[in-house]
């Protein structure tokens, strides 16, 4: 389907709240999402990465079972003994979870705005706009997209990201409900959510695979050379192996050129020279293999199913037939007293046909998926050890409005040449386990390099630190190590109900529509999820200069784990033209933005985006030094951390005449609070969150266009 060009009119600063229609008629009660899920009348279990405690973060989270720690459980990240990882192929975040309500999707009021009052929801294409579009028919009969290298950055533009429709066509704004994906919906629902998992690279599959494999993509930014062997820096799994970590990828080796079978060349390890065989490439002749390498059990070609391609055997279709022979030797690791157990730490790569990319169909996908969570849910012994990560490796092109973090020129490793590597669109990211159970959400910056950082930390844990010599500085400071979105001290083991998968591939089989031909039983439910506490906030303040006519937005970063940093990006609102300048954060290398009002008469106009919500937004005219015959407008802000985080609003007036200010919540709690301030005087407000959110907008009535946004989330820490 595709969506005809909607005439655009200007809504300066006060985009309402909205959700279409069609996303609030489909959902739910949340009553009822619980009696679906057979968690209604269940103990609410307490989570939060910041403190278990009530208050602490961790508000009751209804709708899952709090258990006492399985035996032998320590409550902390070395109770988890196995590690998968299933990554899926070419969704961005808002085409599947735009709609999904609590996360950051299309009813988000802190996205990027235009200097034409629009804002990156309304995507320019020609003199009209494209907004996002549902598309209710089988999400399968959608096609792929440029997911080039040069696509993600036209769509990009230099950090503007208003060229969507220019470089990938009109059809990249089409999404989905959980009417079209209701096992999606209800994963997310049943689990954790991660809405800021940025797929590595803006590009395809294999750069964006090895970031996900290796920890950098060491300048690839296209397709090519999956299984030639002739990679050489480190590889993951190298490190594991050198740390007596034991690993696997589970693959089918039937090549890559059917639907059903084979690896899609998803599986680049086998183009690394350690995992090929005694040939020059990973296809070379059975006779030639290295018989160490191949040993089943402890051969690095074993364990990387990287042996030259043949046929597995398994039938080239969509049956269950098919499905217990593409994931024969994983199903058997699962089993009690397997001859090759589950490792350690292990990969799963799906076929074509089952890896969602378009026009491969989600109901597939879901499938698949479905069976890998089934049969580790089948060992009860396993499972209630298990973290599956489950995400996408790009976007393929599909819209999604959220900035990508954005390094400066020159940072070492970042760029190709004179442009950016990434990060690129959101991807999906769901954590499926006991520490990640009840429907919650996770904010924190993540890329494909986080999989590598949460291994780091975790096999440090347990005493064999497994390290990655590969990551980038920048990176490892952008992107968190998955483990904020996890409750080591309060796992639920339980298993809970999902729709139907077989009944789904029955329905895209026949071509179906599925928000129609779905039974109830088997549709998501609705629901609102919440908010993992993160520990850390950035910070914006603003300061005028008077006698040179400077204004500053001085960024900063409070909390946090040691080397945390943020990608904020500073935008012109008028004046100037519209452009991103990119500031790396942390509490170590505080950032300043500054603007010559002075060559504007005085004026200024700019925001400064960043992850979670993170907006600040500032206008006005700066007096000249010594003329305060009028009021003189000038507010301090400060963020509050703890177990009811607030934000501390100091109003001055440094003129002669009273200042009227006026607050307003542009979302989230605190609604219109109108002050008065005498001159040279000083009135002081505490402002509301919502679980540490907050969004208000300060305006002086003093006739210089006085306004003042900050917006964003303040750490919620343990009383």
């Known amino acids: 389907m595709s969506s005809e060009p909607e005439p655009f009119t200007p809504d300066p600063y006060e985009r309402e709240r909205t959700v279409p229609d069609e996303i609030l008629r489909s959902g739910l009660s949340r009553r009822g999402m619980l009696r679906a899920l057979g968690l209604l009348g269940g103990a609410a279990a307490v989570g939060g990465a910041a403190g278990a405690a009530l208050g602490a973060g961790g508000s009751a989270q209804a709708g899952t079972t709090r258990a006492a720690l399985p035996a032998g459980f320590a409550g902390d990240i070395t109770d988890i003994k196995h590690v998968v990882v299933l990554i899926q192929e070419n969704r961005a975040f808002d085409h599947y979870y735009g709609a999904l309500p609590g996360v950051r999707g299309f009813d988000d009021k802190q996205a990027l705005r235009f200097q034409n009052g629009g804002d990156v929801f309304s995507q320019p294409s020609g003199s009209s706009f494209v907004k996002p579009t549902r598309v209710?028919?089988?999400?399968?009969?959608?096609?792929?997209?440029?997911?080039?290298?040069?696509?993600?950055?036209?769509?990009?533009?230099?950090?503007?990201?208003?060229?969507?429709?220019?470089?990938?066509?009109?059809?990249?704004?089409?999404?989905?409900?959980?009417?079209?994906?209701?096992?999606?919906?209800?994963?997310?629902?049943?689990?954790?959510?991660?809405?800021?998992?940025?797929?590595?690279?803006?590009?395809?599959?294999?750069?964006?695979?090895?970031?996900?494999?290796?920890?950098?993509?060491?300048?690839?930014?296209?397709?090519?050379?999956?299984?030639?062997?002739?990679?050489?820096?480190?590889?993951?799994?190298?490190?594991?192996?050198?740390?007596?970590?034991?690993?696997?990828?589970?693959?089918d080796n039937s090549n890559n050129g059917s639907s059903w079978v084979g690896d899609y060349t998803d599986n680049p390890i086998r183009g690394f020279a350690p995992f090929t065989t005694s040939g020059s490439t990973a296809t070379d002749v059975a006779n030639r293999v290295d018989p160490v390498k191949n040993a089943p059990g402890t051969g690095l070609v074993w364990r990387a199913g990287s042996a030259p391609y043949a046929a597995s055997g398994a039938p080239n279709n969509d049956s269950d037939a098919n499905l217990d022979a593409v994931l024969k030797d994983f199903i058997a690791a699962c089993a009690p007293d397997a001859e090759f157990p589950l490792p350690q730490v292990s990969w799963i790569v799906a076929p074509y046909g089952w890896c969602e990319h378009p026009s491969a169909n989600p109901e597939h996908g879901a499938h698949f998926s479905n069976r890998v969570i089934r049969t580790l849910q089948s060992n009860p012994e396993l499972w209630k050890s298990t973290l599956l990560i489950m995400t996408f490796d790009e976007n393929d092109g599909y819209f999604d409005h959220v900035l990508p973090p954005y390094a400066e020129p020159g940072t070492p490793g970042e760029y190709s040449g004179s442009t950016p590597i990434g990060y690129g669109a959101r991807v999906p990211g769901i954590l499926v386990s006991p520490w990640t159970r009840g429907g919650w959400v996770n904010s924190e910056v993540f890329d494909h390099t986080s999989i590598i950082r949460f291994l780091e930390t975790w096999t440090t844990a347990i005493g064999t630190p497994a390290l990655s010599s590969t990551i980038t500085p920048w990176r490892r400071a952008i992107s968190g190590d998955l483990t904020s979105a996890m409750d080591f001290a309060n796992p639920v083991v339980d298993i809970p109900a999902l729709p139907d998968t077989e009944a789904l591939v029955q329905i895209a089989r026949a071509g179906g529509t599925i928000a129609t031909q779905v039974p109830p039983a088997d549709r998501w439910d609705g629901g609102t999820l919440r908010h993992r506490p993160l520990s850390f906030h950035p910070h914006g303040t603003f300061a005028e200069d008077r006698t040179t006519g400077t204004v500053t937005a001085r960024l900063s970063l409070e909390g946090g784990p040691e080397g945390k940093a943020v990608s904020l990006q500073a935008f012109p609102d008028a004046y100037l033209p519209f452009a991103n300048t990119p500031h790396t954060v942390s509490a170590e290398t505080p950032a300043i933005y500054s603007w010559d009002a002075a060559a504007h008469d005085g004026r200024y106009a700019f925001s400064v985006y960043g992850p979670d919500g993170f907006v600040r937004s500032h206008a006005g005219t700066v007096l000249p030094d010594g003329q305060d015959n009028s009021g003189v407008p000038r507010a301090e802000v400060s963020l509050v951390a703890g177990p009811k985080p607030t934000v501390a609003i100091d109003l001055h007036n440094d003129g002669l005449q009273a200042v009227h200010y006026t607050l307003t919540a542009n979302d989230f709690s605190g609604g219109t609070r109108s002050v008065w301030v005498h001159p040279g005087a000083r009135q002081s407000v505490s402002w509301p969150t919502d679980d540490g959110y907050y969004d208000v907008v300060i305006t002086a009535d003093t006739g210089t266009g006085w306004r003042h946004r900050y917006a964003g989330r303040v750490a919620q820490l343990p009383a």
């Open 136 to 251: 209710t028919t089988v999400a399968g009969t959608t096609t792929g997209l440029d997911h080039s290298y040069s696509g993600g950055l036209g769509a990009w533009a230099s950090g503007r990201y208003d060229n969507w429709i220019g470089a990938k066509g009109s059809a990249t704004m089409h999404y989905v409900t959980g009417e079209e994906i209701p096992w999606q919906y209800s994963l997310a629902s049943a689990y954790t959510i991660c809405d800021a998992w940025h797929c590595s690279v803006m590009g395809p599959t294999t750069p964006n695979r090895l970031y996900h494999w290796t920890g950098t993509s060491s300048g690839v930014t296209d397709n090519g050379s999956e299984s030639n062997g002739t990679r050489s820096w480190q590889t993951y799994p190298e490190a594991l192996q050198k740390a007596g970590v034991s690993w696997r990828v589970y693959v």
